[in-house]
């Protein structure tokens, strides 16, 4: 199995790096000094890893063959691509790689549905699911413990148990707007919109 373990980023001074965004939750072993990767698009790969580091929170890699800044800048925004087998676990039992999780039915604790992961955002601070509603909408969960209570890969679901607002905001705000018409309006009423923050997009390992 194919999976996208990173995007490369812009070129990091002259010599050849790349930063890259980091796509998968074991970056030591997929992108290790030494490890081959296919591309997307093709015609730039296969590329191996001649070396990695960390410098200022970021990861910047190195290829064979990728020798100045103009090589290295004409690699942005390539995906990289490792072969992973389907069937690997991680380490920690309370780990799972994004393609586990993919497509999960996510249920309340009640067994209210709720939707379908989409993808895995992986953010700095935590993990996101994104969850595609019956309604073709989305809503993202938090992957922390206190909210995601149980991964079952047998039964494929994910079991929940959301805070107030986190799946049911647009329940609260139909409320609101059915309690206004009730109501007369009142001098400086103004409408209101609802707003969602924008998400970011993220693979795997």
């Known amino acids: 199995m194919q999976l996208v373990v990173a995007r490369i980023g812009r070129a990091h001074g002259i010599k050849g790096e790349v930063t890259v965004e980091v796509r998968t939750d074991e970056p030591e072993l997929r992108l290790a000094p030494g490890a081959v990767l296919a591309t997307d698009p093709a015609s730039t790969g ?11 929170g970021r990861l910047l890699l190195r290829f064979e063959g990728v020798a100045d800044r103009t090589a290295a800048e004409a ?14 676990l991680p380490e920690d039992e309370d780990e799972y790689y994004d393609h586990q999780l993919i497509d999960l039915d996510v249920v309340t604790e009640d067994g209210t549905e709720v939707g379908r992961i989409t993808e895995i ?9 994104i969850v595609e509603r019956p309604d073709g909408s989305e809503v993202m969960i938090p992957f922390v413990e206190e909210i995601v209570t149980e991964i079952d890969l047998e039964e494929q679901r994910a079991v929940i148990a959301p805070p107030p607002g986190l799946i049911d905001d647009r329940a609260e705000i139909a409320s609101a707007r059915e309690a206004a018409q009730e109501r007369p309006d009142e001098p400086g009423d103004e409408p209101r919109e609802s707003a969602q923050a924008p998400r970011e997009s993220g693979e795997e390992s």
Do not use: C, M, W
């Open 46 to 56: 296969p590329l191996t890893i001649a070396t990695g580091r960390v410098h200022s």
């Open 75 to 88: 690699l942005r925004n390539t995906l990289l691509i490792a072969e992973v087998d389907p069937d690997e």
């Open 121 to 129: 955002s992986h953010l700095p601070s935590q993990d996101l699911f």
